[in-house]
């Protein structure tokens, strides 16, 4: 059995484009195969999986996010607020074939945004197949 889930313990503030975002507090990690030092989740074998993330950012701020595996992005989602003036938040929930070995991580998309609000935001994944 292959299942983690892992939130952010701290704002992320980065202009700098593609910094990874590490959820580095776990809560669940059957099977070891995620990393909260790295942010970096390695599949044990092959098969189908299951990721969620989701990022909260604050009033008047924004983050885009991309889910990566082994380098190439996947699937995007954006938290917008710069319009108003409340906190805004994305969910995302992609299933991927992966392979042994593949890595698959969550990281800010470009320089797109510049605030992922800590203990609010969250990673998971699980095999399902």
């Known amino acids: 059995m292959v299942a983690f889930s892992?939130?952010?313990?701290?704002?992320?503030v980065s202009s700098v484009a593609s910094v990874t975002v590490v959820f580095d507090?776990?809560?669940?990690?059957i099977g070891k195969a995620y990393n909260g030092d790295t942010g970096i989740f390695t599949a044990l074998s092959d098969g189908v999986y299951?990721?969620?993330?989701?990022?909260?950012?604050?009033?008047?701020?924004?983050?885009?996010?991309e889910l990566v595996v082994n380098g190439t992005?996947?699937?995007?989602?954006?938290?917008?607020?710069?319009?108003?003036g409340?906190?805004?938040?994305?969910?995302?929930t992609s299933v991927l074939e992966l392979k042994t070995g593949d890595r698959v991580w969550i990281r800010k998309r470009g320089?797109?945004?510049?605030?992922?609000?800590?203990?609010?935001?969250?990673?998971s994944g699980w095999k399902l197949l």
């Open 73 to 84: 992005p996947k699937v995007y989602s954006a938290a917008n607020s710069l319009g108003g």
């Open 50 to 65: 299951v990721f969620a993330w989701t990022v909260l950012t604050n009033p008047k701020k924004w983050f885009d996010s």
């Open 111 to 123: 320089s797109q945004g510049n605030h992922l609000r800590g203990n609010w935001s969250s990673f």
């Open 25 to 29: 507090t776990i809560v669940t990690n």
């Open 86 to 92: 409340s906190y805004e938040s994305t969910g995302c």
């Open 6 to 12: 892992a939130r952010a313990s701290k704002d992320l």
